[in-house]
C-alpha cells in the first residue's frame, strides 16, 4: 500500500511538473513579440521595455524558467496587467466559486444518474430502460451553452423561481449546477447501466439469489457495490470534463469563478492571469485523478495488490 | 411484425439527421451576401415569406446564418477527425509496434496530454493562436489525436504477437508494410466508432470555442456564435438561441446514435453474453 501510495504521488508531481512547464513556455508560443501583443498597436517602446522587464522576459530564458518554478512553489503567480495585483490573491478569491459549482454539479449529476442508471439496469430492453436510456442520451447531446440559455428563460425569467446570474442570491447555484450536471450525469446513467448489467450475470449474485435474499439485499447490496468500481473510476475522469465545461457554464451564468476569469483575461490579453488559471485548473484535475486513483484501490483490494 | 419494421425505420434516423446535415453544409456554399448584410428595418423582425425563420439582431436572415453554420460545423469536424484520426493513429501503432523507448515517450506524452481537462487545452491554444477557423480545427487537433493514439496503441499491442505478423516478420516483410497491410486494417473498425464520438466532440467542441468567443468570428457565421449574440436577446427573440440550439443539439444526437449503433453491432463480446 505505501508503495502504491509513493508511485501515485511521484506520478501526480511528475505530470504536474511538465504541465507546469508547459504553461510557462505558454507565454512563448504566443505569435511575434508577447510584449507587443499585450499592449497592442499604440503602446511607446518605453512601455514596452518596462512591461518585458516587469515580466522578466528580458532575462534568459532558463533564468526566467527557474525564477518562474521558484515562484509558483511560492504561491507566487506573478502580477495581473489588469487589476494590477498579484494573480494568486485574485485565484484564490474565484477558485472557491468554481469547487463549489463544480462540487454541486456532482453532486446534481449523482442524484440524477443512480437512479436513472439502477432503473435501466433493472428492467433492461423493456420500456423504463428505453426511456431513461433515451434520457440519458439527450443529456449527452445538449451543448451546456444552449441549456443554460433555456434554462434561464423558463425558471429564472418564465417562472423566476431562480435568480438569473450571478452568485450572490441563494440558490443561484441551481441553474449552473443543473446545466453542469446534466451532461455528467447522462455520461454516469449509461456507465452504471452497462456495469449492472455486467455485475448481474455474475455467479455470486445467482447464489445471493438462491439463498432466498429479498431482491432489494440482491441488486442493492450485491450488485450495486462492485457495479461501483468502473463508474468511481468514470467519475474521476470525467471531472476534467466537467472543470472543462465549467469555463462555458460560469461565462453562460456569470458566475464568479475561474473560468469566467480565464475567459475574460483572455480577451483582456491579460496573460499573466490567464496562465494561472490554466495551470490551476489543470493541477486541480490532476490531484482529483490522484484521489480518484486511491478510492479505486481502496475499493478493490486487487489494486492494490498490484503494486 | 410492425414493431420490427418501426425499429428499423427508428434506426434510419439518424443516417437521415447527418444526410441532412451534409446537405445543409453543401447549401451553405450557395448562400449569397444576403446572408451578410445589415437590414436595419428587419432588425429581430419574426418570420416572413423570405425568412421562414425570421431576422437576428442585425436584419440578417436566421435560416441562411444557419445553412453558414453548419458549413462551419461540417468542415471543422470532418478536418478534426481526418487530421487527429491520421496523427493519432500514427503514433498510437509505431509506438505500439516498435515498443521500447519511443513507447515510454510516446505514454507519457499521452499521460500528460490527457492530464489537461478536456476543452481547457483547446481554450488555451485558442488563446494562444488567436481567434479563426483555422486555429479552431489545429486546437481541436491537439486535443483529438489523444484519443486515437491510445485506442490504437492498446490494439496494435493486443495484435502484434499474432500468428500472422510473426509469419510476416519470419518472411522479412518490411515493417511499414506489416502496419498499414497486417495491423491497420484489423484496427479499423474501432477506430471507425472513435472517430464517429469524435464528429459529435468536435462539433460541441467547435461550437462551444466560439459562444466563447475564441473561434469562428462574425461576420462568419457559426451555430456557437449565433447562441452567443441571441443570448444577448433573449427576452425578446429567443428563436435566435432556440434555432441553432436545436440544430446543434439534433447532429449531436445523430452522430453519437450513430457511434452506438456501430459500436453495438462490433461488439461481438456483448451479443453472446445477452443470450446465456
Given at each position: 500500500m505505501i508503495a502504491f501510495l509513493i508511485r501515485l504521488l511521484g506520478s501526480v508531481l511528475f505530470v504536474s511538473w511538465v504541465v507546469g512547464s508547459l504553461v510557462f513556455f505558454f507565454i512563448h508560443l504566443?505569435?511575434?513579440d508577447p510584449v507587443a501583443v499585450m499592449l497592442?498597436?499604440?503602446?511607446s517602446p518605453a512601455d514596452e521595455a518596462l512591461l518585458r522587464t516587469q515580466l522578466g522576459l528580458d532575462a534568459p530564458i532558463w533564468q526566467q524558467y527557474l525564477s518562474y518554478l521558484a515562484g509558483v512553489l511560492q504561491g507566487d503567480l506573478g502580477q495581473s496587467l489588469f487589476y494590477q495585483q498579484p494573480v494568486s490573491d485574485l485565484v484564490s478569491e474565484r477558485f472557491p466559486y468554481t469547487l463549489q459549482l463544480a462540487l454541486m454539479a456532482l453532486m446534481v449529476a449523482v442524484l440524477l444518474a443512480f437512479p436513472l442508471g439502477y432503473w435501466a439496469a433493472l428492467y433492461a430492453g423493456k420500456w423504463p430502460d428505453g426511456v431513461s436510456m433515451t434520457v440519458s442520451l439527450l443529456g449527452v447531446s445538449i451543448p451546456n451553452f444552449w441549456l443554460g440559455p433555456m434554462l434561464i428563460l423558463g425558471f429564472?425569467?418564465?417562472?423566476?423561481?431562480?435568480?438569473?446570474?450571478?452568485?450572490?442570491?441563494?440558490?443561484?447555484w441551481v441553474l449552473p449546477a443543473i446545466t453542469l450536471g446534466t451532461a455528467l450525469a447522462a455520461i454516469l446513467a449509461r456507465m452504471l447501466r452497462a456495469s449492472l448489467l455486467e455485475v448481474l450475470h455474475e455467479d455470486y449474485i445467482r447464489t445471493a439469489q438462491a439463498k432466498g435474499l429479498s431482491p432489494t439485499q440482491v441488486y442493492a447490496k450485491h450488485a450495486l457495490r462492485n457495479a461501483l468500481l468502473p463508474v468511481v473510476t468514470i467519475l474521476g475522469l470525467q471531472l476534467g470534463t466537467l472543470l472543462g465545461g465549467a469555463v462555458i457554464t460560469e461565462v453562460v451564468f456569470d458566475w464568479p469563478g475561474l473560468g469566467q476569469l480565464l475567459v475574460d483575461s483572455i480577451q483582456r490579453r491579460d496573460y499573466p492571469v490567464v496562465q494561472a488559471c490554466i495551470l490551476i485548473i489543470s493541477v486541480a484535475y490532476i490531484t482529483v485523478n490522484g484521489l480518484t486513483e486511491l478510492v479505486y484501490a481502496g475499493l478493490d483490494p486487487r489494486i492494490r495488490a498490484q503494486t | 411484425m410492425t414493431q420490427l419494421f418501426s425499429i428499423r425505420l427508428l434506426k434510419k434516423i439518424p443516417y437521415l439527421i447527418v444526410l441532412v446535415w451534409a446537405l445543409m453544409a453543401f447549401t451553405g456554399l450557395f448562400v449569397g451576401d444576403e446572408a451578410l448584410e445589415v437590414q436595419l428595418d428587419k432588425l429581430l423582425a419574426t418570420a416572413d415569406a423570405q425568412s421562414w425563420l425570421g431576422y437576428d439582431e442585425l436584419g440578417r436572415p436566421i435560416f441562411d446564418r444557419l445553412l453558414m453554420g453548419a458549413q462551419t460545423s461540417f468542415l471543422v469536424a470532418i478536418l478534426v477527425v481526418i487530421f487527429s484520426s491520421l496523427l493519432g493513429t500514427s503514433i498510437g501503432m509505431m509506438s505500439g509496434y516498435y515498443g521500447g523507448w519511443l513507447d515510454r515517450v510516446v505514454t507519457k506524452v499521452i499521460d500528460v496530454f490527457l492530464a489537461f481537462p478536456g476543452l481547457l487545452l483547446a481554450i488555451a491554444l485558442a488563446a494562444i493562436l488567436g481567434p479563426g477557423i483555422e486555429n479552431v480545427v489545429f486546437a481541436l487537433v491537439m486535443v483529438g489525436w489523444v484519443g486515437y493514439a491510445r485506442l490504437a496503441r492498446a490494439q496494435t499491442l493486443s495484435l502484434r504477437h499474432r500468428e500472422h505478423i510473426l509469419a510476416a516478420r519470419a518472411f522479412a516483410v518490411p515493417n511499414y508494410l506489416i502496419i498499414f497491410r497486417h495491423l491497420l486494417p484489423l484496427i479499423l473498425a474501432p477506430l471507425g466508432v472513435e472517430a464517429t464520438f469524435g464528429i459529435a466532440g468536435a462539433v460541441i467542441s467547435e461550437a462551444g470555442l466560439s459562444f466563447l468567443g475564441l473561434g469562428v468570428q462574425p461576420p462568419d457565421a457559426s451555430w456557437g456564435n449565433m447562441i452567443r449574440e441571441g443570448t444577448r436577446y433573449l427576452l425578446v427573440a429567443p428563436h435566435l438561441v432556440w434555432a441553432p440550439g436545436i440544430l446543434l443539439m439534433l447532429v449531436v444526437l445523430g452522430v453519437n446514435l450513430l457511434g452506438d449503433q456501430w459500436r453495438d453491432k462490433l461488439d461481438v463480446r456483448a451479443r453472446p453474453r445477452k443470450l446465456n
Open positions: 504566443v505569435p511575434g497592442g498597436d499604440w503602446a429564472a425569467i418564465g417562472l423566476s423561481w431562480f435568480p438569473v446570474s450571478g452568485a450572490t442570491q441563494p440558490f443561484s | -
